[in-house]
């Protein structure tokens, strides 16, 4: 199911947790990572940095920040090339096959442009500036969930062995998504599902309950099973997650509310600010 791993690098700590929790799914989905190196389009294409000789457009231009911002692209050229050989370096030690990518772009773009292709993106929820970023996400990791073709892990600090699962189910298209990897996950793998429910009143939302506790019984799979009614739904989720020392909570990117059509989705945010372990998030 996760034979090409997506995993754009920035050189934070967030980012190399998640390569090295991209690595240990490599590992046992006998696939292989694509790592991606981007340099902010943004950074380059600043008024003083238009061209070969920008002065032309720019006459105003001081010359000294001219040769600045070309410095900068250097550097950034540099960085990111080293980022990617130990990136590559890593991957080889592991045994796992690595491609790596450098790129000028938007970088939620050019992430989303890459995961045409993939099976799965695993990253940090913040990058490099993760320390002024204060309580929320990251900007680009929300851009990604937003947009994503494929699910999205969000890695914590530290990489984790998926050997106790969660699925978030709240009847939701997405939420059978994520029923349908985690059933995956533990067919391959000698992992524990945990299926969850939290009942707020949806209409619908227990017979939806009942009918993935039927169907994991047709597969012949017997997969404890909770509804808990009443309650926040994310407060349940990372109460349960912890309750439980689950390793990965599965959940749909989003649910029944109309509002999350909007903003990121309370439920997930709320989870991913939260959680005690690596969220899969499922579009």
Known sequence: MFQKILVPMDGSD???????????????????????????????????????????LYPDISPLLTAQAMEAEKQL???????????????????????????EDIVSSLILKRAQDADLIVMGERGEGAKWAGPLLGSTFEAVVRHAPAPVLATRDQPRSLKRLLVAFDGSERSWDALEIGEHLISEQQRELLLLTVDDGHVGREEAFQQAVDKLAERGMEVPHRLVEGGHPAQKIVETAEQEEIDLIIMGAYGHSRFLKIFFGSTVDDVLHSAPCPILICR
């Open 14 to 56: 967030h980012a190399w947790a998640a390569l090295e929790q991209a690595i240990a799914i490599a590992q046992e989905e006998n696939g292989a990572i694509h790592a991606l190196f981007i340099i902010d389009a943004r950074l380059l294409e600043a008024p003083y940095y238009v061209g070969t000789d920008p002065t032309e």
């Open 77 to 103: 050229h540099v960085r990111g090339n080293e980022i990617l050989e130990r990136v590559k370096a890593h991957c080889q030690e592991a045994g796992v096959v690595c491609k790596t990518e450098l790129g």
